[in-house]
């Protein structure tokens, strides 16, 4: 293969913003059956850093939960697509934005801090 033929760029890992980067990534660790990822010592992150999480199964990607100073004002341009239970990510503290219609098959939400994510039907429980 030729290094041309070789894409720029390889997917590494997801990252949102938060205001609340702690609670946050505690939120869409219980969303996802996440976990904290330690760091490689073992040790604790300080409170200011990122938090990384991760998929206890390790099928799903590394998330960063990352802080920032500023609240979210405008619409997200990338977003999360999950298999889930709106009703049950709504009494966790998601919002419902939109439900399905002739438009759409999939929940629109945004999670505690308003980050949009899509909710889908898992194909396990319509089986």
């Given at each position: 293969m030729k290094?041309?033929?070789?894409?720029?760029?390889r997917f590494k890992d997801l990252a949102l913003d938060a205001v609340d980067h702690q609670a946050l990534a505690d939120w869409w660790c219980a969303a996802l059956g996440y976990e904290r990822s330690a760091m490689a010592d073992g040790s604790e992150r300080p409170q200011h850093w990122p938090v990384p999480i991760v998929d206890r199964t390790g099928n799903g990607p590394l998330i960063w939960i990352n802080p920032v100073l500023e609240p979210k004002t405008t619409k997200n341009r990338m977003h999360l697509d999950v298999w889930g239970s709106p009703d049950r990510l709504v009494a966790m503290g998601a919002a419902q934005v939109r439900a399905p219609d002739q438009e759409i098959d999939w929940y629109?939400?945004?999670d505690p801090e308003g980050n949009e994510f899509c909710v889908f039907a898992d194909p396990k429980e319509m089986a």
């Open positions: 290094n041309e033929d070789v894409a720029p760029g629109v939400m945004i």
